[in-house]
């Protein structure tokens, strides 16, 4: 029997490797690592990243690379992100969501006051030290906090600096002594819901954990714009829409214009001078710039040096797009 081949892979005997960047509303109980295999068989290529992976408990945007695609999600990995969560408060968990198991007898959350939860809230907003969830994939020693929680060994993990923009309550459901709350959160990369679930718990004194997580934004990226990869046995007849490089780019980074000439002296590495103006980016929180040409493609990205632009990723002529 012949190995099975990807439509992907067929389209590619005939036509160039895909490059760009495809947002994917990821659906509940499959993980980001199958989701990243599932798209690299359906477009026939190995050159497939993430920038931040998402719980197979979880739902919504994973923001994947494809081809030159991939060396752009550095500057994408750090963008903010927006949740919508539910919260139940009245035990903890392992994990500090609904997969793991129960730490501590169940306490009646159903008599908390608005007030005082909203007082609770207060303190995790802002600038905060989180101690993430011991189930993390933080390294410890090189080995993962997860690895070594599930292998028995007491995992004590360093407090890190996180922003919580907002923490709202938008809904709040009282069933069997617990009391679930539907939250909206917006907050800086790296930071661990489930430990902010777990945390609120605390301050209030009865314990909780994440039972639903949604991520519906990677900062100017929403999930309404994202597409269903479908999981092996579901069918291969789907569209995955790519982005081009450089309109990604001009979400994210400043611009800088160039003409014909300078494309060609970035595409072999050189310095241009910074003598044209920038346009500023909505979402831009680095000092790098993206060199787009007159039909917005990416040739590269630049870090200013003196009076000139030195780049530090080059894209080639014919992945530009």
Same mark, same amino acid.
């Given at each position: 029997m012949s190995p099975a081949v990807s439509p992907g892979e067929r389209a590619a005997h005939g036509g160039p490797a895909p490059h760009g960047i495809l947002l994917v509303d990821k659906a509940s109980d499959r993980t980001s690592h199958d989701v990243v295999a599932r798209v690299r068989w359906l477009l026939g290529t190995k050159k497939v990243g993430h =920038?931040? &992976?998402? !719980?197979?408990?979880?739902?919504?945007?994973?923001?994947?690379?494809?081809?030159?695609?991939?060396?752009?999600?550095?500057?994408?990995?750090?963008?903010?992100?927006?949740?919508?969560?539910?919260?139940?408060?009245?035990? =903890?968990? &392992?994990? !500090?969501?609904r997969e793991g198991e129960f730490l501590a007898e169940h306490v009646d959350a159903t008599g908390l006051e608005d007030a005082r939860i909203e007082q609770a809230l207060t303190a995790l907003r802002g600038d905060i030290a989180q101690v993430p969830s011991t189930v993390s994939a933080i390294k410890v020693d090189g080995r993962r906090a997860y690895a070594r929680a599930r292998a028995g060994e007491d995992v004590q993990l360093a407090a890190r600096p996180v922003r919580i923009g907002r923490f709202e309550i938008t809904a709040r459901r009282e069933s069997e002594g617990h009391l679930d709350l539907d939250a909206v959160i917006d907050c800086s990369s790296g930071t661990y819901v489930r430990a902010l679930a777990r945390d609120l718990g605390t301050a209030l004194g009865v314990g909780g954990h994440l039972t639903a997580l949604r991520r519906t934004a990677v900062g100017p990226f929403a999930v309404e714009d994202g597409v269903h990869v479908p999981a092996r046995g579901e069918g291969d007849d789907v569209d995955l829409p790519l982005r081009g490089l450089g309109t990604t780019a001009a979400r994210v980074l400043p611009v800088l214009r160039v003409d014909e000439a300078q494309s060609a002296a970035l595409g072999t590495g050189q310095r241009i001078s910074a003598g044209a103006p920038v346009e500023p980016a909505p979402s831009a929180a680095e000092q790098v710039v993206a060199a787009l040409d007159a039909e917005d493609r990416l040739i590269a990205v630049l870090a200013?040096?003196?009076?000139?632009?030195?780049?530090?990723?080059?894209?080639?002529?014919e992945a530009r797009c």
């Amino acid at each position: 029997m012949s190995p099975a081949v990807s439509p992907g892979e067929r389209a590619a005997h005939g036509g160039p490797a895909p490059h760009g960047i495809l947002l994917v509303d990821k659906a509940s109980d499959r993980t980001s690592h199958d989701v990243v295999a599932r798209v690299r068989w359906l477009l026939g290529t190995k050159k497939v990243g993430h =920038a931040g &992976t998402l !719980d197979p408990m979880a739902t919504g945007l994973l923001v994947l690379g494809i081809g030159q695609g991939t060396r752009l999600l550095t500057h994408l990995v750090g963008l903010d992100k927006t949740y919508h969560a539910t919260i139940r408060l009245g035990r =903890a968990t &392992t994990t !500090d969501d609904r997969e793991g198991e129960f730490l501590a007898e169940h306490v009646d959350a159903t008599g908390l006051e608005d007030a005082r939860i909203e007082q609770a809230l207060t303190a995790l907003r802002g600038d905060i030290a989180q101690v993430p969830s011991t189930v993390s994939a933080i390294k410890v020693d090189g080995r993962r906090a997860y690895a070594r929680a599930r292998a028995g060994e007491d995992v004590q993990l360093a407090a890190r600096p996180v922003r919580i923009g907002r923490f709202e309550i938008t809904a709040r459901r009282e069933s069997e002594g617990h009391l679930d709350l539907d939250a909206v959160i917006d907050c800086s990369s790296g930071t661990y819901v489930r430990a902010l679930a777990r945390d609120l718990g605390t301050a209030l004194g009865v314990g909780g954990h994440l039972t639903a997580l949604r991520r519906t934004a990677v900062g100017p990226f929403a999930v309404e714009d994202g597409v269903h990869v479908p999981a092996r046995g579901e069918g291969d007849d789907v569209d995955l829409p790519l982005r081009g490089l450089g309109t990604t780019a001009a979400r994210v980074l400043p611009v800088l214009r160039v003409d014909e000439a300078q494309s060609a002296a970035l595409g072999t590495g050189q310095r241009i001078s910074a003598g044209a103006p920038v346009e500023p980016a909505p979402s831009a929180a680095e000092q790098v710039v993206a060199a787009l040409d007159a039909e917005d493609r990416l040739i590269a990205v630049l870090a200013p040096e003196g009076a000139r632009w030195r780049p530090v990723l080059v894209v080639p002529a014919e992945a530009r797009c």
